[in-house]
C-alpha cells in the first residue's frame, strides 16, 4: 500500500513546500468522489486501467536487483493520478494530474527524479489493454496481453534503467478481496499487486552501465480518502523470503494508536490477510538523513507464521528529495527468514 | 608659480562671465539631451526585460513554430522523447469593454508557476483550483482591477511582479477563452534537461529554437527602430550643443593670448599651461555635465510617459512610468561630457601649444584665413555626402539609413560656410554704394566666427523641415487610408458569441449588411501573424486600400485560392502579388495583393472567410461592421442598444472610431515634436552666443566705420540686418536639405523601422512659419549686442585706435 497519500498535497502544492497539516486532513473528506465499496469484484484487464472517479491512485514498481559483481541495487518506478475533480475530460479540461517518481540506488548511491504532467494531452497516462502507463519518456508498457510481461525504462540525472520483467505468480488481492482496510475507522482502498516478477535488464549509475537481474513487485492502489483524520505517517514493507514466501506489512501511525495489517503470501501465489495487529515491526537504530531521525534498522515480526526478522536498508540515505518527501529504499532481511525487499517510510519531519 | 598662473588664467572667467555661462550651457545642453534620449531608452529596455523576465520567458530558450501553430500532438510527443518543456499559448480576449492579452501556461510547469500559486494562497485560494473551471485570471494590480470590470466570471489574482496589460491563466482557461483547445504558442524549453536526448532538431525540424536571449527582447527588436529614431535626435542635440561649446572655447583661448604671451614670457613653460588649460576644461566639463545631467533625467522623466503611450500604441510594448537613477547612465553621460568637451576643444589646444612664444595677439587676418579652411571644409563635406549616398546604395538597414543622414547633414554643415560666403561675394557684387560694399564684406569677415552657430542652425532647421515632413505625410496618409480602411458607418462588438450570433441574426433579419470581423492568430516565420477571413462584399472591392495587386485579386481571395497580406509581411519576405505564401502546412496561397496597414507593427493577412472557418472552426464572431445610410446611424444604434444588452463603447460610429485611431497618431509623434522644438532651441541658442562672444572682437572693426561717422544706432541696426541676412540664408540652404532628409525618413528609414513606405507630400507654409521662426531666433540673437552697441559709450570705441587691439 506504500505511497503517498502526500499525492494530493503534493498536486495541490505545485509551488510550495510541503506541509505536514496540508495533507493530514486530506483523507477525511470526499466529495463527489467514488469511494471503495466492499464486496467490489476487481476485474482485469479493466482495472490495470485508471479510475478517474476516485481520486488518487498509483502504480508502484520497486525491485531488488543483483549485479554481475554481487553488488545489490534498488530501483523505484511509480505513478502517481491525483484528480482534482472526478472524471475526466479531454484535453487541458482534464482535471487528472499526474506525478512520477524514479530512483535507483546501491548501497552508496542513492538517484532519484521526479516528473508532473497534466492528464488529457498525452503527456502521462495509463491505458488498460494493452497495458501501457507513461509520463515523458518514463514509461511502463505490455509487451504481452496483460501485465504478466512489461519493461520499465526511467531516466534521470544521473541515472537510468530499462528492465524486462516477466511475472511467475498469480496476482494478489489484498484485504477482502482488494478491499483493504486502512483505519479503525474504515478507511479503505482497493490493492492489488503482482509480487512476482523475475527481473533482467541494464541499470546505469554514474559509474555506467550495469548488467542486472532480481526480482520485481508491482503494487496497484487506487481510493479518495485512504487516510483517517489522525494519521500522520507510515512504514510500508514488502518482503521477499529466499523460501519463496511473501509479506505485505504496513504500520499507519496514528495518534489514537497505530493501525497495522497485511498479506501473507505463500509460495504458491496464495494470498491470506492479516488480522489488524498481526503484523509488528519496532525500530532498532536510526539514522540521519537530510535533518530527520530516521530508523533504517527494523525489528518485524508475523508470530503465526513464524516470521521474526531484521531488516536493514541497503542505503540509509534513500531519501526522496522530491516534492514531497519520504524514505524509500531496498532492503536486506536476515533472521528466521531471509530474503530482500522494499522499505518505505513518510511523515519523518 | 602654477597657482599664480591657475589664477591669472582663471581671472579671464570674471571678466567674462556670460562666456563661462555660454560654455556650461553648452556644455550642459548637449550633456542633458542626450542623456534623456539615453535614460528613455534604458528605462525602456529595462522595462521590455522585466516583462520577459515577469511572465518567465527569461532564462529560456523557446521552441517557436516557423509556420502556424504547435499541435498538442507535437507537444506530448516532444515529452515523451524525455524533453522538459512548458507549453504556452498566448492570444487576445475582447472581454466585455476591452481586450487583453492573454498568456496561458501550463501551471504545472511552467516558470511562473511559483510566483502565481504564492499569489493565489496570499488571496486565500488553493492554488490548484485555477486549473479547474471557472479558472483564475493573474495580472499586475492594475490590470486586474480592469478585468475585474470587464468580467466577473472569472476570479482575478492581483500580482505586482507581472507586466501591466497581460493576464496570465492556466492553459485550461486560457484555451477555452482563445478557442484553441489543441495548439500552443510556443515551447519553453526548461533549465533542467537530463543527458542523451535526441536533439530537437531531428524530432522537430518545423520548431526553430530561439535562444534565451533573442526570447527575452523579441520586444526590444521591435522597438529597436523607435530607440535608434531617438539615439539620433539625442546624437543630433549633441552635436548642435557642441557647436557651441567649440566656438566658446576656441574664443576664450583667443581672448587669452595676451595673458598667454605674458605668462610664457615670466617662464611658465608651455606644458604647464596647456595642462592648466586642460585641467580647466575638465572642470569645466564635469561640472556642466553634472548639471546637464539633472536637466537630462527631468526631460527624460516628462517625456517618459508619451514614449511609453508611443510604445505601447506602435508595438504594444510594456513601459513603466518611472524613471530610475542608474549609475552607468551618469558615468556615461559624464563620460560625453568630457569627451565631447575636449573634441570640440582640441582644434583649441592644439593651436595653443603649437603657438610662438611671442605670438602677438593681433586680429587675425580672418578673411584669406577663412576662404581655405571654407575650400577644406567644402571638400570633406562634398565628399561625406557623396559617402553617405554611396552607403545607402550597398548596405541595407535601418544603421545605413541613419549613417546616411548623419553624413548628409553633417556634410551640408561643412559646405555650408562655403555657400554663404560664395552668396555673400555675389551679394558684394550687386553692391553700389560703399556703405553696401562694407556691409557685404565685413559680414564674409565675420563669417568664421559665426559658422558654427549657422552649421547648427542648418541642422535644427533642415531637423526640422525633414521631420516635420514625415509626420505631416504620414498624417495624411494616414488619415486618407482611415477613411478607406473604416468603411463601414457603425462598429459593433458583442459581449459574447451567443450575442454575437443573435446579433448576426438579427442584422440579416432586418436587412442590414453587417461585415463580420473575424480573425485567428498564428505565427509565419516565427513572428506573430494575423489572418483575418472576410466576406465576399462589394465594400472591400471598393474602399480596401491596396498597393499593388493582381487584377482580379478580390475574385481570387473570394474564392478561396488567394490572400491579402499587408505591406509589412510583404517588405518584411518580399512578396509580391503573384508569389505563394504557406499560412500553415499544407495551406498555400496565391498573394493577390498587397495593402497598406499603418501603425501595425505585425504581419496580417486577409482570406475568405470560409477558407478561414474550414481551418479554425471555433474563432470568436463577435466583431461587426455595419453598413448604413448616414442619416440611419443615430437610429441603428438606438435599437442595437435596445435590443441588445450591450454598453455604450461597444458601438461605435465611424467618426469616433477615425478620432480614436488619429488620437493614438498623434501621440506617436508627441516625442518627436518635443525634441525638434527642444534641438531648434539649442540652435537659437548657439547663433545668441556666438554673436555675443563676438562682440568683443568685432568693436575693432566697427570702431573706424563709427569714426567715418557712420551712427552707433546705425551700426545697431546694421547688426539685426546681418543676423538676419544670415539666418535667411541658412533657412533657404536648409529646406532643400531638409527635403532630402524627409525623403530618407519617409523611403528609408521608415520602411525599416516600421514596414511601410509612405508617399511624400510638401507643406510649404510650414517652411513659411519655420522661415519666419528663424528670422525672429536671428532677431532675439543679434537683439542683445545691438542694444549694447547702441549705447556704447563712445569712450571705448575711441579706446580701439588707442589700446593694441
Keep these: 500500500m506504500n505511497a503517498k497519500f502526500f499525492l494530493w498535497a503534493a498536486a495541490a502544492g505545485w509551488a510550495t513546500t510541503a506541509q505536514p497539516q496540508s495533507y493530514a486532513g486530506l483523507g477525511t473528506e470526499a466529495e463527489g468522489f467514488a469511494i471503495p465499496q466492499p464486496g467490489t469484484q476487481l476485474s482485469f484487464p479493466a482495472d490495470h486501467g485508471p479510475h478517474p472517479d476516485f481520486r488518487i491512485e498509483w502504480w508502484y514498481l520497486t525491485a531488488n536487483l543483483e549485479g554481475p559483481d554481487d553488488a545489490d541495487y534498488g530501483i523505484q518506478w511509480t505513478l502517481f493520478r491525483s484528480a482534482l475533480a472526478p472524471g475526466e475530460a479531454d484535453g487541458w479540461q482534464s482535471p487528472q494530474i499526474w506525478m512520477a517518481h524514479a530512483a535507483a540506488t546501491s548501497q552508496d548511491q542513492h538517484l532519484f527524479a521526479e516528473r508532473i504532467a497534466r492528464g488529457g494531452v498525452g503527456q502521462a497516462g495509463v491505458r488498460a489493454a494493452p497495458f501501457e502507463a507513461w509520463i515523458d519518456d518514463w514509461q511502463m508498457l505490455s509487451t504481452g496481453e496483460s501485465l504478466e510481461n512489461i519493461s520499465l525504462s526511467a531516466a534521470g540525472n544521473g541515472f537510468s534503467y530499462d528492465l524486462n520483467l516477466t511475472a511467475d505468480g498469480p496476482l494478489v488481492l489484498h484485504g477482502d478481496a482488494g478491499y483493504s482496510v486502512k483505519s479503525a475507522s474504515g478507511q479503505a482502498s482497493h490493492y492489488y499487486s503482482q509480487p512476482h516478477y523475475q527481473i533482467s535488464g541494464t541499470l546505469e549509475l554514474q559509474q555506467g552501465p550495469v548488467k542486472v537481474t532480481g526480482r520485481g513487485w508491482l503494487d496497484r492502489e487506487w481510493s479518495s480518502q485512504p487516510l483517517a483524520e489522525d494519521q500522520s505517517g507510515w512504514d510500508w514493507f514488502s518482503l521477499s523470503f529466499d523460501s519463496g514466501g511473501k509479506l505485505m506489512g504496513f504500520v499507519l501511525r496514528g495518534e489514537s494508536g497505530d493501525f497495522t495489517s497485511g498479506t501473507w503470501i505463500s509460495p504458491d501465489g496464495t494470498a491470506e490477510p492479516l488480522a489488524p495487529g498481526a503484523f509488528q515491526a519496532a525500530p532498532l537504530e536510526y539514522s540521519d538523513v537530510e535533518g530527520r531521525k530516521i530508523p533504517t534498522r527494523w525489528q518485524t515480526s508475523l508470530p503465526e507464521k513464524g516470521v521474526s526478522v531484521e531488516v536493514q536498508a541497503l542505503n540509509p540515505q534513500s531519501w526522496m528529495g522530491t516534492s514531497f518527501s519520504y524514505w524509500e529504499g531496498p532492503v536486506t532481511v536476515t533472521g528466521s527468514h531471509s530474503g530482500t525487499g522494499y522499505l518505505e517510510m513518510t511523515g519523518y519531519e | ?805
Excluded at chain 2, 514614449?307 to 524613471?323: E, H, I, K, R
Excluded at chain 2, 557712420?710 to 541658412?730: G, K, N, P, W, Y
Design chain 2, 1 to 805: 608659480m602654477t597657482g599664480a598662473a591657475l589664477l591669472a588664467i582663471l581671472s579671464h572667467w570674471r571678466r567674462h562671465p556670460l562666456q563661462l555661462a555660454t560654455l556650461i550651457l553648452g556644455i550642459a545642453l548637449a550633456t542633458g539631451l542626450w542623456s534623456a534620449v539615453q535614460a528613455i531608452n534604458t528605462e525602456a529596455r529595462a522595462s521590455y526585460a522585466r516583462a520577459a523576465e515577469q511572465l518567465g520567458t527569461a532564462g529560456a530558450d523557446r521552441l517557436i513554430p516557423e509556420t502556424g501553430m504547435i499541435p498538442l500532438g507535437q507537444y506530448a510527443a516532444l515529452r515523451r522523447a524525455g524533453w522538459q518543456l512548458a507549453p504556452v499559448l498566448e492570444g487576445t480576449v475582447r472581454f466585455e469593454r476591452q481586450s487583453f492579452d492573454i498568456m496561458g501556461v501550463d501551471l504545472l510547469q511552467h516558470p511562473l508557476a511559483a510566483a502565481l500559486s504564492e499569489a493565489a494562497e496570499h488571496d486565500g485560494v488553493p492554488p490548484l483550483d485555477a486549473l479547474l473551471p471557472p479558472g483564475r485570471l493573474f495580472a499586475h494590480p492594475e490590470t486586474a482591477v480592469l478585468l475585474q470590470a470587464s468580467q466577473t466570471v472569472h476570479p482575478v489574482t492581483a500580482l505586482a511582479d507581472l507586466p501591466r496589460g497581460v493576464a496570465v491563466a492556466d492553459i485550461s482557461l486560457a484555451s477555452t477563452l482563445l478557442r484553441r483547445p489543441d495548439s500552443l504558442s510556443y515551447l519553453l524549453v526548461l533549465p533542467d534537461q537530463r543527458p542523451g536526448l535526441s536533439p530537437l532538431k531531428e524530432l522537430a525540424p518545423e520548431l526553430r529554437l530561439a535562444a534565451a536571449r533573442s526570447a527575452a527582447s523579441d520586444t526590444a527588436r521591435l522597438t529597436d527602430s523607435f530607440h535608434l529614431n531617438l539615439t539620433a535626435f539625442g546624437l543630433l542635440a549633441f552635436a548642435v550643443g557642441l557647436f557651441i561649446v567649440q566656438g566658446t572655447i576656441a574664443l576664450s583661448i583667443e581672448q587669452r593670448r595676451g595673458m598667454i604671451r605674458t605668462l610664457r614670457s615670466l617662464g611658465v613653460p608651455m606644458q604647464l599651461l596647456t595642462g592648466l588649460f586642460a585641467a580647466e576644461l575638465a572642470v569645466v566639463a564635469l561640472a556642466a555635465g553634472a548639471a546637464g545631467l539633472a536637466g537630462g533625467f527631468v526631460v527624460a522623466a516628462a517625456l517618459l510617459p508619451d514614449v511609453s503611450a508611443t510604445l505601447a500604441g506602435l508595438y504594444g510594448a510594456p513601459v513603466d512610468g518611472g524613471l530610475s537613477l542608474r549609475p552607468g547612465w551618469a558615468i556615461s553621460g559624464l563620460a560625453m561630457a568630457l569627451g565631447g568637451t575636449f573634441l570640440a576643444g582640441s582644434q583649441a589646444l592644439i593651436a595653443l601649444w603649437r603657438m610662438p612664444l611671442l605670438a602677438a595677439p593681433a586680429t587675425r587676418a580672418r578673411g584669406q584665413q577663412a576662404s581655405r579652411s571654407h575650400i577644406a571644409g567644402a571638400v570633406s563635406g562634398a565628399l561625406l555626402i557623396a559617402g553617405g549616398f554611396l552607403v545607402l546604395n550597398i548596405f541595407q538597414g535601418l544603421i545605413a539609413g541613419f549613417a546616411f543622414l548623419g553624413a548628409l547633414m553633417l556634410g551640408a554643415a561643412l559646405l555650408l560656410p562655403m555657400l554663404i560666403s560664395a552668396g555673400l561675394r555675389f551679394g558684394a557684387r550687386l553692391a553700389k554704394r560703399p556703405f553696401a560694399e562694407w556691409l557685404w564684406a565685413d559680414t564674409r569677415a565675420q563669417l568664421p566666427g559665426m559658422s558654427l552657430a549657422l552649421m547648427a542652425l542648418l541642422l535644427a532647421l533642415a531637423a526640422n523641415v525633414g521631420v516635420g515632413t514625415m509626420v505631416s505625410s504620414f498624417r495624411l496618409t494616414f488619415t486618407g487610408w482611415l477613411d478607406q480602411r473604416l468603411f463601414a458607418e457603425v462598429y459593433v462588438t458583442a459581449s459574447s458569441d451567443d450575442q454575437g450570433a443573435a446579433l448576426a441574426e438579427w442584422f440579416d433579419a432586418k436587412g442590414i449588411t453587417a461585415l463580420p470581423r473575424r480573425y485567428s492568430d498564428t505565427r509565419y516565420q516565427g513572428a506573430p501573424l494575423r489572418i483575418y477571413g472576410v466576406t465576399d462584399d462589394p465594400a472591400f472591392r471598393q474602399n480596401w486600400p491596396l498597393l499593388d495587386a493582381l487584377p482580379d485579386a478580390w475574385d481570387q481571395v473570394a474564392g478561396g485560392r488567394a490572400v491579402m497580406v499587408n505591406e509589412q509581411l510583404a517588405r518584411r519576405y518580399g512578396i509580391a502579388p503573384g508569389s505563394l505564401l504557406q499560412l500553415e502546412p499544407g495551406w498555400d496561397l496565391t498573394v493577390a495583393g498587397i495593402y497598406s496597414d499603418y501603425g501595425n507593427p505585425n504581419g496580417q493577412v486577409m482570406v475568405s472567410l470560409p477558407s478561414l472557418l474550414a481551418r479554425a472552426p471555433g474563432i470568436p464572431n463577435r466583431h461587426f461592421g455595419v453598413r448604413v445610410a448616414p442619416e440611419q446611424i443615430s437610429i441603428l444604434i438606438r435599437d442595437i442598444r435596445e435590443q441588445f444588452d450591450l454598453p455604450r463603447e461597444n458601438i461605435t460610429d465611424q467618426a469616433t472610431a477615425k478620432a480614436r485611431s488619429l488620437a493614438v497618431f498623434e501621440r506617436t509623434f508627441v516625442v518627436t515634436a518635443a525634441l525638434n522644438l527642444l534641438t531648434l532651441g539649442v540652435a537659437g541658442f548657439a547663433l545668441l552666443t556666438s554673436l555675443l562672444t563676438l562682440w568683443n572682437q568685432r568693436l575693432p572693426q566697427l570702431a573706424p566705420v563709427w569714426a567715418m561717422g557712420l551712427t552707433r544706432r546705425q551700426l545697431a541696426r546694421t547688426e539685426i540686418l546681418r543676423s538676419l541676412l544670415l539666418a535667411a540664408v541658412t533657412a533657404v540652404l536648409a529646406l532643400p536639405l531638409g527635403l532630402v532628409l524627409a525623403w530618407a525618413l519617409l523611403s528609408v528609414i521608415n520602411v525599416e523601422a516600421f514596414g511601410w513606405k509612405l508617399p511624400m507630400y510638401l507643406f510649404p507654409l510650414d517652411w513659411l512659419r519655420l522661415f519666419l521662426l528663424a528670422l525672429l531666433a536671428a532677431v532675439i540673437a543679434a537683439a542683445l549686442p545691438a542694444r549694447r552697441l547702441s549705447r556704447i559709450d563712445p569712450a571705448e570705441l575711441l579706446k580701439v585706435f588707442a589700446n593694441e587691439r
